[in-house]
């Protein structure tokens, strides 16, 4: 009677085995399971962190991973993970002015075998703005000497650490970096021109965090200078060309010398 015979052991095992394939609840043992985070929230407290809390409701798990996104629906990553009994992490890998959204899930390691529970609701922030110098105004641009161009602005900022000058063969770009200059620098020569080819200027201002947003752009020429001149004397039939003036005629009329002792 062999076949009577009860092993609690392998009993154990058909019960859990069928559950899990029935595809109902699993009837692991409670210390294998962990229940998901609640409450998420994020914040952002400056331009380069968020912080998130959450309410921890387990007490067995291993960790907690910390998933992003840029949109609430995803898809999302895995940036990090926290330690057992964390109910918050601070996440230093963001930019300004961005949304960034987050979701969480705890996780406990038996063994060779990690169980997860179900993430979090998804929580946003979108961090402000970097402390980028307020941006340059007032551009203008003229032709100077009649071989360069002179570059003027109007310094808004007072924690900038320069100034970026670009340079475009029209208002809408491409633009191309031609000087860096130091803080409260207000003009600029440009002497890299062609002639006759118009030129067209935009200013930063920048720091540490980053560049100000661009100034407004202001284009101009250096025209290239007549080779002929042309003149003609109103009232006469004649027309002159060359640089005779009448102080010059006047000045023939007496070239040759007088003889001695005659009058003029």
Known sequence: ??????YPGCSLLVLIT??????????APSFLTVSPPGGLTATAVAFNQISLAWQDNSRNESGFEIHRSADPNGPFALIATADPLATGFGDGTVNGLTQYCYEV?????TGKKTTFSDFSTVACATTPRAPVPAAASGVAAAPNLGFTIHVTWTDNASDETGFRIERAASAAGPWTTIANFFP??????????????????????????????????????VPTAPSTLLATVAGRRSTSR???????????????????GSSA
């Open 184 to 221: 409260n620098a207000t003009s600029l020569s440009d002497f890299a021109i062609v002639l006759e080819q118009q030129a067209c200027y935009r200013v930063f201002a920048v720091n540490s965090f980053g560049d100000s947003d661009p100034s407004n752009v202001a284009c101009t020429a």
């Open 242 to 260: 060359g640089p005779t003036t009448r102080a010059s005629k006047t000045a023939s009329r007496y070239s040759a010398p007088l003889k001695e």
């Open 18 to 27: 069928a559950g899990a394939c029935d595809g109902g609840k699993s009837f």
């Open 105 to 109: 899930r705890a996780f406990r390691v």
């Open 1 to 6: 009677m062999a076949w009577r015979r009860w």
